[in-house]
């Protein structure tokens, strides 16, 4: 499940330099088997805990196992929503740094994915924890590129569609981050007993700014002549 | 869980008529208050599965609890963001029309999660089902919005930040849909021990159509003049 969703922000990430739909439909196709994957896993799961009768140890181990697939399935989930955006907006010149920010965005992600998973296969906590600090550099590209996209919606409003599809782009890459640094936290969890008490890289840090943005409330505040109020 | 999760989305219809802050507050203490009983339902799960030892059936019935739990958190984090993100808008005049649409879709989307709660308490699987099948409103209102908000960027990009709230909103209420609609698929599965295979209103019907908007692509086709290329 881990490849394949790591396989999947490959596509997102191809996605954004080829305009070839069938990038969308792998994406797809892969995320129906991420899913079937989990759904296996749950009963495979149920299964041994039934059988094998795990002390209390054991069955946290379980519960996270299941807890990761959850995460990896919303991962591939976001990654193939955004595979599809993605391909809408190709070949747009003008968006040529944009598009390079978003591949950078998305480039991190897909390292930090590939980070926790090792952290995941060789039980290393300090690796699992460099993921979960390292969730704010995606907070704060994702940030950049929201203030980015608002200047060109402003400018450039016929093309507000794109601009859109960028947004909700750069809000999946922001999303997948987090499921690692959720992964992060799992692997804490079962390694150490403990959930992760250190000052924790807030998940809606971008959203709660995103909401009264200092720049635009000033724009908002002004008496726009357009809207019929 | 769930009394708080309907709860939340109280608050966030509330956000849409009154300016509160102190609505933002008690969203965001009740989200946690959420994530903490999530928590120790989890770990009373684990210890009744290590202390009881129980059957396969009923440990299928325990992780659809811990599944149906994991979703009622998603639904409190996203009518958490709903809150601030509407108290971000409110008292705008001229938006009262897109604010009632909003206001109806979340309203809708309350009353989902109510009746997918009363199904789960009465095992009533014919009510999930019915819940299952009618997100599709909450999709199609998802639509209307978005296409609304779409005029209302091109009309008026200085406000841009108040639509994009309010587009990151209903996005946020239509996900809360899914998340009903999960929860369900978990009533279903755990009554009938199979998963829903009559036809399933899709889950990205909208971000779909929002890719490629028909009337907004030919938007995007047009050279636009402002977006240096």
């Known amino acids: 499940m881990g490849s394949l969703a790591e396989q999947e922000l490959g596509w997102a990430i191809d996605a954004l330099v080829r305009h070839d739909a069938d990038l969308g439909e792998q994406a797809a196709a892969s995320y129906m088997t991420i899913k079937r994957l989990g759904r296996e896993l749950q009963d ?24 990761i697939a959850g995460d990896l399935e919303r991962i591939a989930d976001l990654g193939r ?3 599809w955006r ?3 907006v190709v070949d747009q010149d003008h968006l040529k740094s944009l598009m390079t920010s978003l591949r950078f965005m998305i480039e991190t992600a897909q390292a930090q994915l590939k980070d926790v998973l090792d952290g995941l296969a060789r039980h290393d906590v300090e690796k699992a924890l460099a993921v979960w600090r390292k969730d704010q550099d995606i907070d704060a590209m994702h ?20 601009y859109i599809n960028l947004l909700l782009a750069a809000k999946s890459v922001e999303r997948i981050g987090d499921h690692a640094t959720n992964i992060a936290e799992q692997i804490y969890f079962a390694e150490r007993g403990v959930p992760v008490t250190t000052d924790r890289p807030k998940r ?20 726009a002549g357009a809207a019929g109020s």
């Not at 495979?44 to 807890?67: F, G, H, S, Y």
């Not at 840090?205 to 002004?222: G, K, M, Q, Y």
């Open 44 to 67: 495979e799961v149920t299964v041994m805990i039934a059988n094998r009768r795990p002390n209390a140890d054991d069955l946290r181990q379980l519960m996270t196992v299941l807890k």
């Open 81 to 83: 929503g955004f595979v």
């Open 86 to 88: 993605a391909l809408a």
């Open 143 to 162: 940030n950049s590129i929201f203030r980015e996209l608002f200047t060109y919606m402003m400018e450039d409003p016929r093309n507000i569609g794109i």
């Open 204 to 223: 809606d840090d971008t959203s709660s700014i995103l909401v009264l943005p200092p720049n635009l409330s000033s724009f908002a505040a002004e008496p």
